[in-house]
């Protein structure tokens, strides 16, 4: 009897393929969306698994937020955040009140949701005109996306840009770095696995051993390869 294949035991939900988010800081995103212009003061930078940045912890008033930390932040810095807040890294402002060409990061994608776009390490977008149907953005991929003008953001850069730069150099290493969010690590190819297990698997050689398109309507231990292909074989030069 055949095995599940490895997209088959993800969607049955269990924790093998569950980020473990209990053992994270807690949620990166904007505080609670208040027009009053606000004073907030950073008291620590804190080190996240489950985050590619490192957050700041920014007190406001009561209120205690987590949010990523702009490059060249420091604990007892002031950052603000509402209407006629100063354009400087770090504060909270409406996409309507900073000017073009601003690097921003952590967009929201409605008004008040926290934060949806910009959000890993070392990235930012920038505002590339305003008009009335939205203002106009440019986001890291270089694709253009329309927001809401009330929609917030944070000015800078996320901290730690080099992070992509530095190598892994031992498996052990990444098995560390794939286990802080639960990634499934080491992934091997249906090829290389047994017979039982996958169906392009068994045999002596590197060869499928048979056709690689899938049906959109084959059952699930099936549906491996091309699926529904549009076109099959080689492409012309």
């Given at each position: ?19 473990p ?35 700041a ?26 209407d ?21 990061y ?124 549009r ?6 030069r």
């Open positions: 009897m055949g095995k599940n294949l490895i997209q088959q035991r993800r969607g049955r939900g269990t924790s093998r393929f569950r980020a988010s209990f053992n994270w800081e807690g949620e990166a995103r904007l505080p609670r969306k208040n027009s009053a212009l606000e004073e907030g003061t950073v008291t620590d930078i804190i080190h996240s698994s489950g985050h590619s940045a490192p957050l912890e920014v007190k406001y008033g009561a209120e205690t937020a987590l949010l990523q930390a702009p490059d060249g932040i420091r604990v007892g810095e002031k950052v603000q955040m509402g006629g807040a100063e354009v400087k890294e770090g504060n909270i402002l409406s996409l309507k009140d900073i000017p073009e060409g601003t690097p921003i952590n967009l929201e994608s409605k008004p008040g949701d926290g934060g949806r776009f910009v959000r890993s390490s070392g990235t930012f977008a920038r505002i590339i005109t305003k008009m009335d149907a939205g203002i106009v953005v440019e986001l890291p991929s270089s694709k253009r996306r329309t927001f809401m003008p009330d929609c917030r953001a944070i000015i800078g850069t996320i901290a730690g840009g080099g992070r992509t730069e530095k190598p892994f150099l031992k498996a052990g290493t990444r098995h560390f770095r794939m286990k802080a969010k639960n990634k499934f690590y080491p992934i091997v190819s249906g090829i290389s696995m047994n017979a039982v297990a996958h169906p392009f698997g068994g045999k002596g050689s590197h060869t499928k051993g048979r056709p690689t398109q899938a049906s959109r309507n084959a059952p699930p231990g099936r549906k491996v390869g091309s699926i529904a292909p076109r099959t074989g080689r492409t012309k």
